[in-house]
């Protein structure tokens, strides 16, 4: 007798006793044969009481028999941010977006406490303050997974991974319509879904028995992995292992947990769970729609509020979502109305400390009538909130490409080159001081010789002043991925988020450090630049610049990981443009020292 039957018929009458055998094939999927079976082998030893044949109860002996299967804990996955279904997720973590009035999250922990599983931890990360109520709510454990901004779900489960035992392992942004949950389980399972046509699912290839023996990713007219999965105590054994051997690798920081199954199906033996119809995922908004119909004309999202009044539509014409490559001060996404296409730019985390919003517009509207930027739709300078127009088919920069570094630089020179005024300055010297004090405000200056290239720096800005060079208004933050190049061959200059009153040196300067170029490169951009040879006074205001710059966005950089924002080496790599640049206008400017 298969012993992952004799569990379902067990489990079904141990929930409800006296269910006659037609009903225990419906409730288990068994056919009506193997249900006879099952009972007569689970008389035979004892499993069942022999008052009524026609009412089986489970015996003491049958309750002992079940022990070794009974569900210890539930794991959900939570960490992630859910990019797809923004605008929503800026405000709402996806696992607690509710559908049909339920969050997705509490109808899981509801359908698990339901089946008597209490041993309930979700695993956080983005927006982890928000899930606290759950432990007041449920009685659920938190675990903090401090990788949730640098690496996909398997690091969630390896810093849950002492807890896989008899273990059910749940995303958070799944949603079951029946209850999927047991008190007892007989094989370690994965819930599966039938997609007709193509799907970029993980398609599963299974034997008769159910057992899956291959996955891909992507294929068409087959079942996938969508929902909860089942890890036997065994099952989880095996799985620990190999989640402290994938933890470190370069490779598998992008990788699901899945991706360990995938390449380890030999070891882990898992039956596909058919759940068709009955689990839903929703990748995006206009799925929450399709299934949610609350959704069509109310999301209960401020920025989708936001964008209906800005174009007096109801949010229901609100379409084709997607996010967009996140920056490093801000996010953005790409939505549609009525067909035509824009971004909504969305204001990071602490920007508000560190760039003026009124000055932003009052640059986006001083260059309005020179088609040298992306076209504003509207501006909100209280909020930061900016929709600007979509181009399909555009480009950004490649800075090691030389006829993009000739256009990017020709480009910035045509804004130079109108001597345009304002009121605001790039003041290098103010900013190097305002970021200073944010890193030393927050405890995260880590540079131990900071004071002696402090020094080096305030030499550099006093020779700045000395040089006195007339200002226009300068991008500031002059970007490789702030030029687009449109299909039509234009090409615009987008993000005047730093933008003021400079040397126009400082924007070439600080094209070269954000592309990091070597000397040999930074010298070819300012010669683009002027189209000429530089002069030796040229080269000098070049590299002090690189010198400042690199300077300036290291406090920058060491302050925006210090709020958390995993920048790499960033901050690094500009600490050592100002040292080495340092000693190149040192060698120019012999008395600076």
């Known amino acids: 007798m298969k012993k992952e039957y004799l569990i379902k018929i067990l489990r079904e009458l141990i929930e409800e006793p006296g269910l006659s055998q037609r009903e225990l094939a419906e409730k288990s999927g068994l056919s009506l044969g193997t249900v006879n079976r099952s009972i007569q082998y689970a008389r035979s030893r004892g499993y069942l009481q022999e008052l009524d044949p026609r009412l089986p109860r489970v015996t003491p002996g049958g309750l002992e028999y079940m022990e070794p299967a009974r569900v210890k804990n539930a794991i959900i996955l939570a960490a992630g941010f859910g990019s797809r279904c923004v605008p929503l997720t800026y405000e709402t973590p996806k696992g607690l977006l509710a559908v049909k009035g339920t ?194 004309t109310d999301t209960r999202n401020r920025i989708m509020a936001y964008i209906a009044r800005q174009y007096q539509v109801p949010e229901g014409e609100i379409h084709g979502i997607k996010p967009m490559k996140e920056g490093l001060t801000n996010q953005s ?129 006093d020779l700045r002043d000395r040089l006195a060079v007339p200002e226009v208004l300068c991008h500031g933050d002059y970007l490789y991925a702030n030029v687009l190049f449109l299909e039509s061959g234009e090409v615009r200059l987008i993000d005047w988020e730093y933008s003021g009153m400079a040397d126009p040196f400082m924007d070439v300067a600080m094209y070269a450090i954000f592309s990091e170029f070597d000397r040999e490169r930074i010298d070819l951009a300012l010669r683009f630049y002027l189209d000429r040879e530089p002069l030796d006074e040229e080269w000098l205001r070049l590299y002090l610049y690189v010198a400042l710059g690199g300077f300036l966005w290291s406090m920058w950089g060491a302050f925006k990981q210090g709020l958390g924002l995993e920048l790499g080496d960033y901050p690094r790599i500009m600490y050592r443009y100002m040292k080495d640049y340092y000693k190149l206008v040192e060698e120019l400017e012999p008395g600076l020292s």
């Open 333 to 461: 996404f790409k939505f549609s109305i009525r067909g035509e296409d824009y971004v909504f730019r969305l204001p990071g985390e602490g920007t508000e400390q560190l760039i003026n919003r009124a000055h932003e517009k009052a640059s986006y509207d001083l260059l309005s009538p020179y088609d040298l930027t992306d076209e504003v739709i509207s501006f909100d300078a209280e909020s930061g909130n900016r929709i600007t127009r979509y181009y399909a088919g555009a480009r950004v920069a490649d800075p090691f490409n030389n006829r993009d570094l000739k256009a990017s630089m020709d480009l910035v020179r045509k804004v130079h080159d109108l001597k345009l005024q304002v009121d605001y300055r790039f003041d290098i010297r103010e900013m190097i001081d305002y970021y200073e004090g944010l890193v030393r405000g927050i405890g995260a200056m880590h540079f131990r010789d900071f004071p002696e290239v402090r020094e080096k720096a305030v030499g550099l800005l």
């Open 103 to 296: 969050p997705m999250l509490e109808r899981q922990i509801e359908q698990l406490l339901d089946k008597g599983i209490r041993d309930i931890t979700i695993v956080v990360g983005y927006m982890k303050e928000s899930f606290d109520y759950l432990i007041d709510r449920y009685g659920v454990s938190l675990i903090y997974n401090p990788d949730y901004a640098v690496m996909n779900n398997y690091a969630s489960l390896y810093h849950a991974a002492h807890l896989l035992d008899n273990s059910y392992v749940l995303v958070a942004d799944n949603w079951m319509e029946e209850n999927i949950f047991n008190a007892y389980e007989g094989e370690s399972w994965y819930s599966c879904l039938y997609f007709a046509g193509e799907t970029h699912e993980w398609c599963v290839r299974t034997q008769a028995s159910g057992r899956i023996r291959r996955i891909e990713i992507g294929g068409a007219d087959s079942l996938a992995l969508v929902g909860p999965a089942y890890f036997s105590r065994e099952f989880s054994e095996v799985f620990r292992g190999l989640l402290r051997d994938y933890y470190g690798q370069a490779r598998a920081s992008d990788f699901y947990w899945e991706h360990l199954l995938k390449e380890n199906l030999n070891l882990l033996p898992i039956y596909c769970n058919e759940q068709t119809g009955n689990v839903h995922e929703f990748e995006n908004l206009e799925e929450l729609r399709a299934y949610d119909d609350s959704y069509r």
